[in-house]
Structures are given as structure tokens and as C-alpha cells.
């Protein structure tokens, strides 16, 4: 999302229609919704990690990953439930704090971006994340940012596939020309910001 501050603006993602202020990410404003994220009912199943730049003093967002626990696909992910979270997420960052947290969700192993860096230096190839997110369109004031329904399956009313890769462009761009800055950014991401609460059958 791109740096909408300091005027109001109308963001609108699926079911959610706001005018806001938009800021860049801040250190009490992020750990007030990772603290009220994490008390949600219906993530005591799924890690939350942190990947992207953040806290680069760079970072527009916060990349946030729900990951499942084993035994979870697309397929039988509880779609309510990840409605309401990504819901209640875009509400408490953007309508309470200002901030855009990127929200996915993810049923695969996630990797060390650095890993994943010296894999794609050994071998060529990128590391695929299939994930599911919420949308479809990504509106401010009217105009169209992002568009999940084309080319993407749809799993719910506000449910589609996204596809990331590792390392992104922009990884590899500051990995070759400014090693440092990338470093900075991205060793030790993902990071756990919450483990998933054990329950009866999984592991």
C-alpha cells in the first residue's frame, strides 16, 4: 500500500470501508495490535510472524503471516474465521492505528528469508509462498491498488490465493547493491511474534 499521510483517505478491502489516516508503522501502534490480535479466539491455532522490512525505518506496512497448524490446507481452513480475523485486523490497524498491516494466510513450511536467499544463489530458483488472503479489490479513494480475483481462486465471499516469492525482486536488488541495508531488514524474518496454542490431535 502506498504512503496515503496526512490527509483522509477511503480505504476499502472486502467488507471493510473506512476513511482514514494513514501513518507509517510504529513501534507502540504495532505492539498494541499484535497484543489484541493475538487474544483473537480464532488464531489460538495459528502462529502469527512477522516477515517484510519491519522495523526498518523504511517500511510503509507490516507483513503479517497466519500460519496454520499441520493437517490445515486451503481447503478446510475455517473461512469464517479467517474473514473475521482479517476483518478485525484491517479495523485495528488502520481505523485505530493508522498502519497497514498486510495480512496472509499460510498452510506451508516459511523459511528463513536468508535461506531462502542462498538457495536462489545456488540453484536460480525462487521459493514459491502460496498463501490465502482477503479481498478481492484493494480501493483507495476509488482507484483500484491490487486485484486478487484475477487469475486467482476464490475460497470464500473474501477469501483468494496469493502467491509471493522469495527472495522478492527488492531483496535481491539490496542484496547485490547494498548488502548491509538488506541485512538490516531481513536477518532474522520471519520472526514469531505468537505461537499456536496446542489442542487435542495436533502437534
Do not use: C
Not at 50 to 55: A, D, F, K, M, W
Not at 158 to 178: A, C, I, V, Y
Amino acid at each position: 500500500m502506498k504512503n496515503y499521510r496526512g490527509e483522509k483517505h477511503n480505504v476499502q478491502i472486502g467488507r471493510y470501508n473506512e476513511d482514514i489516516y494513514r501513518r507509517m508503522p510504529f513501534r507502540s501502534g504495532v505492539d498494541r495490535w499484535v497484543k489484541n490480535m493475538s487474544q483473537m479466539p480464532e488464531l489460538k491455532d495459528f502462529e502469527m510472524i512477522l516477515g517484510g522490512s519491519y522495523p526498518h525505518d523504511d517500511a510503509n506496512d507490516v507483513d503479517i503471516v497466519f500460519r496454520g497448524p499441520p493437517g490445515m490446507t486451503k481447503e478446510n481452513a475455517p473461512y469464517g474465521d479467517l474473514e473475521n480475523v482479517f476483518e478485525k485486523g484491517l479495523e485495528r490497524g488502520l481505523s485505530n492505528e493508522g498502519i497497514f498491516f498486510d495480512m496472509n494466510a499460510s498452510f506451508n513450511e516459511i523459511n528463513p528469508i536468508d535461506q531462502d536467499m542462498y538457495n536462489y544463489l545456488q540453484t536460480g530458483q525462487v521459493t514459491v509462498n502460496d498463501s490465502l488472503t482477503y479481498g478481492p479489490q484493494f480501493n483507495v479513494d476509488g482507484k483500484t491498488l491490487r486485484d486478487y480475483s484475477k487469475n486467482s481462486d476464490q475460497y470464500s465471499d473474501h477469501l483468494f490465493d496469493r502467491t509471493g516469492r522469495t527472495p522478492s525482486k527488492k531483496q535481491m536488488k539490496e542484496f547485490l547493491f547494498n548488502k548491509a541495508r538488506y541485512e538490516d531488514k531481513y536477518l532474522g524474518k520471519p520472526f514469531m511474534l505468537k505461537e499456536r496454542q496446542k489442542i487435542h490431535g495436533l502437534q
